[in-house]
């Protein structure tokens, strides 16, 4: 039986990451904060089969403590301040957790069992100002937001980690993906929720910021499946894992609203409070490599992953009504 930790495992990756894993026969632990609120809702269904334990990337000495106890074969670094334009408002703290916390994953694994395999999530948003699209691997990074530059950070001291001290340690660069688990606070969740409150009576309108916004959007559950088979490799490298296509915020609300038989236009008003100091390029991911060397491809499509999250969202509202 192998062992895994994970970090950030009560957010939208980690649990799915969470259920993929123990379906492998793995032993699973969580490395959780402690909060005086606890937060388990999405993976409240798996946590009599998880090994919950506390431990934070402030404090170095915990994750010492948790690695010792696991012993595990395998680490995914998914505990990051994930929201772009929280990091504006908090741009420090994001540094800390985002950027400085990987260092000290890294350094806690190579002082407990440098044979750990080692996974960073990295992300598109590295790219920022983008100097080619698509982007791949190569593609140089020139982010534009404080978590932007804070997953930079995390990317390049995985890498240094693997050269300096011969370690398998991987960055996956994750373009967006979206489930029905996504946080309210991301554009997706906010539509397909904003249209489920909005079709069963309970809200008028949908405010947003940049319709013209284009991203390369996939589904969750396909990308860590990617995240699991980089540390299945025989060599440690880096990947982007994307669909290769881009869709706008229009196209996503449209797509939206038309799956329960509403007009988009009746609803949606752009706010100028949702639109970022700094917009990033076109992102789109080139995932050949990935393909190649993973045999990884979506299962999902665009216009199924909105649909199922819809549908979702009604699911839940209809139930909260009956409550």
Not at 23 to 41: I, L, Q
Not at 45 to 53: G, L, N
Not at 81 to 93: D, E, G, H, N, R
Request: proline content about 3%; overall charge neutral; charged content about 25%.
């Amino acid at each position: 039986m192998k062992t895994a930790v994970i970090t950030g495992i009560t957010g939208q990756d980690g649990s799915y990451l969470a259920e993929f894993l123990l379906e492998k026969g793995y032993r699973v632990f969580a490395m959780v904060r402690r909060s005086s609120t606890e937060k388990m809702d999405r993976i409240e269904h798996i946590r009599d089969q998880i090994e919950i334990r506390q431990a934070d990337l402030f404090d170095q000495l915990s994750i010492l403590e948790l690695l010792k106890e696991a012993d595990p074969d395998e680490v995914y670094n998914l505990a990051a301040m994930s929201f772009v334009p929280t990091s504006w408002k908090q741009p420090c703290l994001t540094a800390e957790i985002t950027a400085v916390g990987v260092t000290k994953m890294l350094e806690a694994i190579r002082f407990v069992n440098k044979n750990t395999r080692f996974y960073q999530a990295s992300s598109s948003e590295m790219f920022g100002k983008a100097k080619e699209v698509p982007q791949n691997e190569k593609t140089p990074f020139h982010p534009r937001s404080p978590y932007g530059v804070a997953k930079v950070y995390g990317h390049w001291i995985t890498v240094n980690y693997r050269e300096s001290y011969g370690m398998f340690c991987v960055s996956g660069i994750l373009f967006n993906h979206e489930s029905p688990r996504r946080g309210f606070e991301f554009v997706t969740r906010k539509v397909t929720d904003g249209v489920a409150h909005i079709k069963l009576g309970l809200a008028k309108e949908l405010r947003l910021g940049n319709l013209d916004a284009r991203r390369d959007w996939g589904y969750a559950g396909d990308y860590i499946r990617a995240m699991w088979l980089m540390l299945q490799q025989d060599e440690p490298e880096d990947y982007v894992i994307a669909t290769g296509q881009t869709h706008s915020v229009r196209e996503l609300v449209e797509l939206a609203f038309n799956h329960v038989g509403l007009n988009w236009k009746d609803h949606v008003v752009v706010d100028q409070a949702f639109v970022r100091p700094a917009e990033v390029d076109l992102l789109t991911g080139d995932a050949s490599k990935a393909r190649e060397k993973l045999g990884w491809e979506p299962s999902v499509n665009f216009e199924g992953l909105i649909k199922m999250m819809v549908d979702a969202d009604l699911k839940r509202l209809q139930r909260q009504k009956e409550a």
